[in-house]
């Protein structure tokens, strides 16, 4: 792939290598997830969260997280992504910032 001279580092990875992102994954945007059929029958046998600073946990089928750390402050984590729809890193950072 050629690099693109508008592109930090022209898009190239450190030590110029060259990766095209969209040959890395086999699919493609929400396609690509597990069903949450089988995500469900995978949840279902971890132990249930007892700890009260949990606020969303693995009972409410989101794709986040929240912790409370303090009452005025929580800590929220999701492993939500989606596969790249595009080759250039830097464009692909762009498009998932803009899709956060």
């Known amino acids: 792939p050629r ?41 279902a046998h971890m132990p249930k969260c007892t700890d009260g600073a949990v606020l969303v946990g693995t009972d409410t089928s989101d794709d986040a997280a929240v912790y409370q750390l303090a009452p005025d402050l929580a800590l929220i984590h999701t492993i939500d992504f989606f596969t ?17």
């Open 3 to 43: 690099l693109d001279a508008s592109l930090p580092n022209g898009g190239a990875c450190e030590g110029g290598m060259r990766v095209a992102l969209t040959e890395l994954t086999g699919g493609q945007g929400c396609g690509c997830k597990i069903p949450a059929q089988l995500l469900e029958r995978v949840l």
């Open 84 to 100: 790249p729809v595009c080759d250039e890193g830097y464009a692909f950072g762009q498009v998932a910032a803009a899709n956060a």
